[in-house]
Each structure stands twice: as C-alpha cells, then as structure tokens.
C-alpha cells in the first residue's frame, strides 16, 4: 500500500486537477439547473484518516444535509456531500427558484431538490475521477440524511471501518454571479481498499 503522506506535491497536485474539474463540472451543471451564473472557488484537497474527519470539518454539533451515494463500476466506495443546514435551504431556494429566506425546513420539495444536487455535484466529481483514471464510474441513486454532523459521520465510520481509514475530502464553495452569500460544501469519498490503491498508484505515476 502506498502511504498517502509519502506523495510528492506534483502529484497531489494531479488530484487537485481532478477535484478542480469535477468542482467546474458541478457548477455548470447547477447554473444550468437554476437558470442564473454559479461559479466555484478553489477546491481545498485533502487526503485524511477518517477519525480526523469530524475535526476538519468543525461542524460535530451542527444539523447538515448528508446526500449519501454508492460508487460503482471499476472503483467502489461511497461518497457523501456535507452541506450545513444554511447552505443547504440555500441552494434547495435555488433550484427551486424560490426568494432567498423564504425556506426554514427541509420539506419534501426542499430534500428532493437538495438529492438531485449531491446527484449532480457527486456524479461531476466521479466522472472526473473516471476520466483521470480511465476508467467507468457510476454513481448509485442519492439518499439524503438529515441530522448532527457528528451522527451522520459516526455512520460513515461505521460503515467504513478497518481497512477502510482513509478519505479523500474537497472542500468546495460555490459563488453566486448575483452576490448571494456563498454555498460551502465538502465532498467526501471513502474508497473501498482496492480502490485506494488503484487511485493512488495512478496518482504517483501521474
């Protein structure tokens, strides 16, 4: 197994350049869907232990929009994209083409809309991956959860225990061309072992 910490910057910067297309991808992709110019800052990468996650985060005590999706195809895993609650009502007025404040609840429209965006923003970050490593990606259907963010990563780690200790997180913050407060996200992918691997070897020999 190749120690993530021994990689060189040149090759972590292969994997910002993913991380920076797939950000690109999920932006285009939400303008199109809400009908006005968003664009993304600079995703801040990061390869960590799991347990080191919920510090990174800041966020343990906060109530967080979780959309949960299963990566299938030549690498497997699971990825969850963290929005805090603000963010999340936020983006959900968005694509709902609501006023901006007017929602205060994750109502059926609101977690339907919020699903459909961990759907788009997910699926643009794997087929970045994809593309890098050349290979097929598919993206199961999203679940949404709901709840303290320490509770909805406290699942993830228990579904991602032991050999499973590593994950890729991409901080993304979406900006708004009509000068909207900014919608802060993370993107986490939690790679089965064998897709660790494959991601960073491609990534040493990039």
Known sequence: MIDPRNLQEIQLDALREVANMGAGHAATALSQMTGGRIMVGVPQLQIVPLEDVPEMLALPEEVVAAVMMHMLGDLTGRTLLIFPRDAAL?????????PAGS??????????????AGNIIGSAYMNALADFMGMMLLPSVPSLVIDLCAAV?????TNFSGDRDLAF?????????????????????????????????????A
């Open 169 to 205: 997180s991409i901080e993304t913050q979406f900006l708004m061309a009509d000068g909207d407060k900014a919608i802060d996200g993370h993107f986490l992918l939690f790679p089965d072992m064998a897709a660790l691997e494959k991601i960073l070897q491609a990534i040493r020999l």
């Open 153 to 157: 990563l406290i699942t993830a780690h």
């Open 90 to 98: 936020r983006l959900a007025e968005r694509l709902l083409h609501r």
């Open 103 to 116: 929602s205060h609840m994750f109502g059926e429209l609101e977690q339907s809309a919020i699903k459909e």
